[in-house]
């Protein structure tokens, strides 16, 4: 049982590249959200899905989308890197309520 | 959304017990109360939650005021390695809600040996 796994764990992007942050889980959760951490700062949501095929917005979801074509799975993608987006990136899973979240160990991407 | 106050930091020496509290006077009937904590260079950890009464597991326990206005994360006996950014949040159990967890900036505890 691995929990929720991220990939990359570390990752240098010049402005302008696209890329996508992998997350998979394999607890059959329902749930599943992407955070990002800046320094100093809480998590911030940018975007969640309640089941395969369903997902949404967030409270920052620009310049990211996503995708959730199976339950195990949901990454994340940036369609144009900007150095505004330099931050740790974290993957959680949860079952429906009444359940903590999982969270992955994050990855930290880094945009010059 | 209902919103937390926590405060910013709070010190311990190791063995001895933590009172962690947090304050949450606008919280609704269908909140729950969670807290997670976050070691140094780590995701978040789910610590426990709970609606009303009293809850203990492993890790920690939860006593939740009558009114629900304010809890408090007790931990037994602090070890250094308990030494984390705790956040306390509130969970809209209403469904269409309740996927979120909405971070504060969170208590930062450290444990002195």
């Known amino acids: 049982n691995a929990g929720v796994t991220q990939t990359p764990k570390f990752q240098v992007l010049k402005t302008g590249q696209s890329m996508t942050l992998q997350c998979a889980q394999d607890m059959n959760h329902e749930y599943m959200s992407w955070y990002r951490q800046d320094p100093g700062m809480g998590l911030r949501l940018i975007h969640y899905?309640?089941?395969?095929?369903?997902?949404d917005q967030g409270e920052v979801p620009n310049g990211y989308n996503v995708s959730r074509s199976t339950t195990e799975d949901f990454p994340l993608r940036l369609l144009s890197a900007a150095p505004s987006q330099t931050s740790v990136y974290f993957c959680?899973?949860?079952?429906?309520?009444?359940?903590?979240?999982?969270f992955g160990s994050g990855t930290r991407l880094t945009v010059v | 959304d209902a919103k937390t106050t926590q405060p910013n930091s709070m010190e311990s020496n190791e063995e001895e017990p933590v009172h962690l509290p947090c304050n949450h006077s606008?919280?609704?009937?269908?909140?729950?109360i969670h807290w997670y904590r976050q070691l140094p260079s780590q995701g978040p950890e789910y610590v426990i939650h709970g609606l009303t009464s009293n809850v203990n597991n492993r890790m920690a326990s939860l006593a939740i005021a009558e009114d629900r206005k304010s809890s408090t994360l007790i931990l037994h006996r602090a070890t250094l390695r308990d030494a984390a950014v705790y956040y306390c949040?509130?969970?809209?159990?209403?469904?269409?809600?309740?996927?979120?967890?909405?971070f504060g900036k969170g208590t930062l505890l450290t444990v002195n040996p």
């Open positions: 899905s309640v089941g395969a095929g369903i997902t």
């Open positions: 949040i509130l969970r809209d159990e209403v469904k269409g809600s309740n996927y979120k967890l909405t």
């Open positions: 606008t919280i609704s009937g269908t909140d729950y």
């Open positions: 959680a899973s949860s079952r429906t309520s009444l359940f903590g979240y999982t």
